[in-house]
């Protein structure tokens, strides 16, 4: 009898996972509420709209081969407005205002940023991104010894 093997997912369909996967683990962790001005998700807004959650980078998710792409501490969940509406005090439009406050209210998650900036892996690794995966899935934190040991 000849055995089937596995089907590998795709890569590219791996890291999609990871990011979806990222995304609700940073929402989770706060609760889904906003970190900055504790709005909950599906709260009704003055305006007559539902509040809604996002999950934001610290350090942008674009840098190649960045493990903090997928690291939780590398998040903050923020509404809409903080995220990408208020001109006086969101990530996008005013990042200097909105960084001032994270190094103030959430020390550990901008000196993680900072200390962890630098960090590569070779994020083409199927053994990385499985690691990734199974710390995301089952609520870890990502180890930066064990992935430069990944090769």
């Known amino acids: 009898m000849i055995k089937k093997r596995k089907k590998l997912v795709p890569k590219p369909k791996l890291r999609k996972k990871l990011f979806a996967l990222w995304s609700i683990s940073c929402r989770e962790q706060a609760d889904f509420k906003c970190e900055f001005c504790g709005i909950k998700k599906d709260q009704k807004l003055e305006n007559g709209r539902v509040g809604k959650i996002d999950a934001h980078h610290l350090l942008n998710r674009y840098i190649n081969n960045s493990p903090l792409k997928f690291d939780t501490r590398n998040s903050i969940a923020i509404c809409a407005l903080h995220h990408k509406y208020c001109c006086s005090t969101s990530a996008h439009k005013a ?13 550990y998650k901008y000196n993680f940023v900072l200390e962890h900036k630098d960090a590569r892996v070779n994020l083409n690794n199927r053994t990385v991104l499985e690691y990734i995966h199974s710390c995301l899935v089952n609520k870890e934190l990502l180890d930066y010894e064990v992935l430069k040991q990944m090769v």
Request: no cysteine; glycine share 0%; hydrophobic share 45%.
């Open 95 to 107: 990042p200097i205002v909105f960084y001032e406050w994270l190094r103030l209210n959430k020390p």
